[in-house]
C-alpha cells in the first residue's frame, strides 16, 4: 500500500545502528503509533503516544473513488461498515484485553488502532515507515502483503464486549461499569444452539470488511500486532460472498443453500429506519448513535439441504428459489401476504417458513440490519463441509434481536438445517472525531 503524508526524517535514537537509514516520522502534529504499539509491531522505535492523525479522511463516510479504486471515509457520525454498502470478503476478530493491562494501556490501544485503522481504509500502511523503510536491522512496521494492493473498499469496525466494562467475575477493570448501558444484556440460550464458548464473547472486535480478501486479511493482522502485550486475539473468523445488500444499489446475494438472502434488509438510503431500529437513541449519552453487533457462526447442514425437493426447499423459506418472490406472488421485492391463500384454503406462505418467522409483521415490527458471509471452513470429522452463514446483525438493543430469533427458532423450518456454534454481542461505539479515538466518549464520560 501507499502512504500519501508528507513525512520529514527524524534522528536515530541511542542504541540504534547510525548506518540504518533515518527513520521517517509522522506528520507534525499529528502524530502516529505509540511507542508500546510500534513495540507490537516489532520495531524499536517509537513516538509518543498523542493527538491521532488527521487528514486521513473527511467527516463524512460517503465513498470516494479514484482510477476505479474504493474508498469509504473513516470519520464520521457513525462508523463506517454498518450502513456502508456491504463488501464481499470479512476478517472479524474478537480480542481480551490482558489481564494485566491498565486503563491507561487500554486508551493507548484504542488511540493507536484508530491511528492505524485511518491510514488502513484509504490503502496506507500502518505507518509512514512502513513495510519497506524502516531500515534492515529492524522489523517492518506493515507486514507488507498488501503492498500494490488498493483500498479495495475497507472498512474497520470497533466493538467493545461486555466483559470491558465488568469481566466475568465481576470485576471492574477500567472503571468503566458505572457506564454500561442497561441494554447491554446478554442473549438467551437459543433453540438449536451449541455454543462453542472459546471462539465467542471478547473484550473487543474488529470488523473488516473490503473487496478483496488480502486487504481484509491484511487490516486484522497488522492490527493484532499493534495490540501486542495489550490484548490478545480470542478468536477470529473469514468470510466471503456477503449475503444481504445494505444499499438499494446492490442486488441480492445468495447464501450457501443457493437462495436469495435478505431481500428485505434495513438499507442505508432509509435513514428513518436505521434511527429506529439501528442507532442506539437511549442509555448513557456516549454509546447513542452507535449500535449493537450480534455475531453468530451458523453452520449449515449443507448435504441435508441438498437433498431436499425444489418444492419444499421454496416452502421452507416462503420464496421460490429463483426468483426471490414470495409464495404469495408477485416479484422479489413484492411485500409477502401471509394471509393470503391458495386453492385448498392454507396460506400460500406457510407459517412455520423462514420468511413469516423473521418477517417484523410478525415480531412487534421489530427490524435489524444484516450484514452476514457465507464461510466454508475446511470439512468435519464425517467427511461433511464445516460451511454456513457468519451472521452478523446490528440493533439498538440485544433484546430485539432475542426476540425476533426467539419467535424463529419456535416454529421456523428452516432451524431443523441450522446449528449455531458461536455467539457474541458487542456495542460498537459511535463514530470517530476527526483527532478523536474510537470511544473516546465512553473513557471521559
Given at each position: 500500500?501507499?502512504?500519501?503524508?508528507?513525512?520529514?526524517?527524524?534522528?536515530?535514537?541511542?542504541?540504534?545502528?547510525?548506518?540504518?537509514?533515518?527513520?521517517?516520522?509522522?506528520?507534525?502534529?499529528?502524530?502516529?503509533?505509540?511507542?508500546?504499539?510500534?513495540?507490537?509491531?516489532?520495531?524499536?522505535?517509537?513516538?509518543?503516544?498523542?493527538?491521532?492523525?488527521?487528514?486521513?479522511?473527511?467527516?463524512?463516510?460517503?465513498?470516494?473513488?479514484?482510477?476505479?479504486?474504493?474508498?469509504?471515509?473513516?470519520?464520521?457520525?457513525?462508523?463506517?461498515?454498518?450502513?456502508?454498502?456491504?463488501?464481499?470478503?470479512?476478517?472479524?476478530?474478537?480480542?481480551?484485553?490482558?489481564?494485566?493491562?491498565?486503563?491507561?494501556?487500554?486508551?493507548?490501544?484504542?488511540?493507536?488502532?484508530?491511528?492505524?485503522?485511518?491510514?488502513?481504509?484509504?490503502?496506507?500502511?500502518?505507518?509512514?515507515?512502513?513495510?519497506?523503510?524502516?531500515?534492515?536491522?529492524?522489523?517492518?512496521?506493515?507486514?507488507?502483503?498488501?503492498?500494490?494492493?488498493?483500498?479495495?473498499?475497507?472498512?474497520?469496525?470497533?466493538?467493545?464486549?461486555?466483559?470491558?466494562?465488568?469481566?466475568?467475575?465481576?470485576?471492574?477493570?477500567?472503571?468503566?461499569?458505572?457506564?454500561?448501558?442497561?441494554?447491554?444484556?446478554?442473549?438467551?440460550?437459543?433453540?438449536?444452539?451449541?455454543?462453542?464458548?472459546?471462539?465467542?464473547?471478547?473484550?473487543?472486535?474488529?470488523?473488516?470488511?473490503?473487496?478483496?480478501?488480502?486487504?481484509?486479511?491484511?487490516?486484522?493482522?497488522?492490527?493484532?500486532?499493534?495490540?501486542?502485550?495489550?490484548?490478545?486475539?480470542?478468536?477470529?473468523?473469514?468470510?466471503?460472498?456477503?449475503?444481504?445488500?445494505?444499499?438499494?444499489?446492490?442486488?441480492?446475494?445468495?447464501n450457501l443453500f443457493g437462495q436469495k438472502d435478505g431481500t428485505r434488509n434495513l438499507k442505508a438510503e432509509q435513514p428513518e429506519r436505521l434511527a429506529e431500529h439501528v442507532w442506539i437513541s437511549e442509555g448513557p449519552a456516549w454509546a447513542r448513535g452507535g449500535s449493537y453487533l450480534v455475531a453468530r457462526r451458523i453452520a449449515m447442514t449443507i448435504e441435508v439441504w441438498d437433498g431436499l425437493q425444489l418444492s419444499e426447499q421454496d416452502r421452507v423459506l416462503g420464496r421460490e428459489k429463483k426468483s426471490g418472490a414470495p409464495l404469495s406472488g408477485g416479484t422479489e421485492f413484492t411485500e409477502p401476504d401471509f394471509a393470503k391463500a391458495g386453492p385448498h384454503g392454507r396460506p400460500l406462505?406457510?407459517?412455520?417458513?423462514?420468511?413469516?418467522?423473521?418477517?417484523?409483521?410478525?415480531?412487534?415490527?421489530?427490524?435489524?440490519?444484516?450484514?452476514?458471509?457465507?464461510?466454508?471452513?475446511?470439512?468435519?470429522?464425517?467427511?461433511?463441509?464445516?460451511?454456513?452463514?457468519?451472521?452478523?446483525?446490528?440493533?439498538?438493543?440485544?433484546?430485539?434481536?432475542?426476540?425476533?430469533?426467539?419467535?424463529?427458532?419456535?416454529?421456523?423450518?428452516?432451524?431443523?438445517?441450522?446449528?449455531?456454534?458461536?455467539?457474541?454481542?458487542?456495542?460498537?461505539?459511535?463514530?470517530?472525531?476527526?483527532?478523536?479515538?474510537?470511544?473516546?466518549?465512553?473513557?471521559?464520560?
Amino acid at each position: 500500500m501507499s502512504d500519501p503524508s508528507q513525512s520529514t526524517p527524524s534522528a536515530p535514537e541511542e542504541g540504534v545502528d547510525p548506518t540504518v537509514p533515518a527513520q521517517e516520522s509522522e506528520p507534525s502534529p499529528h502524530r502516529g503509533l505509540s511507542r508500546r504499539g510500534l513495540f507490537g509491531l516489532g520495531g524499536g522505535l517509537g513516538l509518543a503516544a498523542g493527538a491521532l492523525a488527521g487528514g486521513f479522511g473527511g467527516a463524512a463516510l460517503a465513498p470516494k473513488t479514484s482510477g476505479g479504486h474504493l474508498e469509504y471515509g473513516f470519520y464520521g457520525e457513525h462508523q463506517a461498515g454498518i450502513a456502508t454498502p456491504a463488501q464481499d470478503r470479512l476478517h472479524f476478530a474478537a480480542f481480551d484485553v490482558r489481564s494485566d493491562a491498565s486503563r491507561d494501556d487500554l486508551i493507548a490501544l484504542l488511540q493507536d488502532w484508530t491511528y492505524a485503522a485511518s491510514r488502513l481504509v484509504i490503502g496506507a500502511d500502518v505507518s509512514a515507515r512502513g513495510a519497506f523503510d524502516g531500515g534492515p536491522y529492524l522489523p517492518p512496521d506493515d507486514t507488507g502483503e498488501a503492498a500494490g494492493l488498493d483500498a479495495a473498499g475497507l472498512t474497520i469496525t470497533f466493538g467493545f464486549g461486555s466483559s470491558l466494562f465488568r469481566d466475568a467475575a465481576g470485576k471492574d477493570r477500567f472503571g468503566l461499569a458505572g457506564q454500561l448501558p442497561p441494554d447491554f444484556t446478554p442473549l438467551p440460550k437459543m433453540a438449536n444452539d451449541f455454543i462453542s464458548p472459546e471462539r465467542s464473547g471478547g473484550d473487543l472486535c474488529i470488523q473488516a470488511c473490503a473487496n478483496d480478501p488480502q486487504v481484509a486479511v491484511h487490516a486484522i493482522r497488522n492490527l493484532t500486532r499493534i495490540a501486542f502485550g495489550r490484548a490478545t486475539l480470542r478468536w477470529s473468523q473469514l468470510g466471503f460472498g456477503r449475503t444481504s445488500s445494505t444499499s438499494s444499489a446492490q442486488t441480492t446475494p445468495r447464501n450457501l443453500f443457493g437462495q436469495k438472502d435478505g431481500t428485505r434488509n434495513l438499507k442505508a438510503e432509509q435513514p428513518e429506519r436505521l434511527a429506529e431500529h439501528v442507532w442506539i437513541s437511549e442509555g448513557p449519552a456516549w454509546a447513542r448513535g452507535g449500535s449493537y453487533l450480534v455475531a453468530r457462526r451458523i453452520a449449515m447442514t449443507i448435504e441435508v439441504w441438498d437433498g431436499l425437493q425444489l418444492s419444499e426447499q421454496d416452502r421452507v423459506l416462503g420464496r421460490e428459489k429463483k426468483s426471490g418472490a414470495p409464495l404469495s406472488g408477485g416479484t422479489e421485492f413484492t411485500e409477502p401476504d401471509f394471509a393470503k391463500a391458495g386453492p385448498h384454503g392454507r396460506p400460500l406462505i406457510d407459517p412455520r417458513s423462514h420468511v413469516a418467522r423473521a418477517a417484523p409483521e410478525n415480531n412487534g415490527g421489530i427490524a435489524m440490519l444484516r450484514r452476514g458471509y457465507n464461510f466454508v471452513d475446511g470439512n468435519d470429522d464425517t467427511g461433511r463441509l464445516d460451511a454456513g452463514l457468519f451472521f452478523i446483525g446490528f440493533v439498538k438493543a440485544p433484546e430485539r434481536f432475542a426476540t425476533v430469533h426467539t419467535n424463529m427458532a419456535r416454529d421456523d423450518m428452516f432451524s431443523e438445517y441450522l446449528k449455531t456454534t458461536s455467539s457474541s454481542v458487542f456495542l460498537v461505539p459511535p463514530g470517530i472525531r476527526e483527532g478523536g479515538y474510537v470511544g473516546q466518549a465512553l473513557f471521559e464520560a
